[in-house]
């Protein structure tokens, strides 16, 4: 059985475009786009572990959260349930601080950019809802 690696990830609304980052090559799925965020470490909330995450990689404090989805998606090595929260407000301004490009994107535009098959769902969400 592949072990289970739970997962906070925020989708940051800005001016009706999305906030995403370019994965590090050396890391699983390097080199794909992705909705920021992080693993949740043990005895922390979904929302702790993202508040956290978004600091360390974007320099963001989201302000208002709120549960958008979840996905378990198995790959060959891993199982990852990702917790997906939808950022509507935040305090700062996001930048690469681990080094990895980011992008604002239109919802429109997000399935132009290569994202793991994990995500997918959550693009096909996005991209059928008005947020």
């Not at 940051?12 to 470490?41: M, N, S, Y």
């Not at 956290?52 to 320099?59: A, G, T």
């Not at 992008?103 to 994202?115: G, I, K, S, T």
Request: aromatic fraction near 6%.
């Amino acid at each position: 059985m592949n072990k289970q690696v739970h997962v906070a990830v925020g989708v940051i609304l800005k001016a009706g475009k999305i906030l995403i980052a370019k994965r590090a090559l050396e890391a699983h799925q390097g080199g794909l786009w992705e909705f920021p965020g992080g693993k949740v470490e043990a005895g922390e909330s979904v929302q702790e572990a993202l508040t956290r995450e978004l600091q360390e990689e974007l320099s963001i404090e989201p302000t208002e959260l709120e549960p958008l989805m979840e996905i378990h998606h198995e790959y060959s090595d891993k199982t990852v349930w990702l917790d997906i929260w939808l950022v509507s407000q935040f305090h700062g301004e996001p930048a690469g601080l681990e080094g990895q490009p980011i992008q604002w994107v239109a919802v429109e535009q997000l399935d132009q950019y290569e994202f793991p098959k994990a995500n997918q769902p959550i693009i096909e969400r996005l991209q059928c809802e008005t947020i």
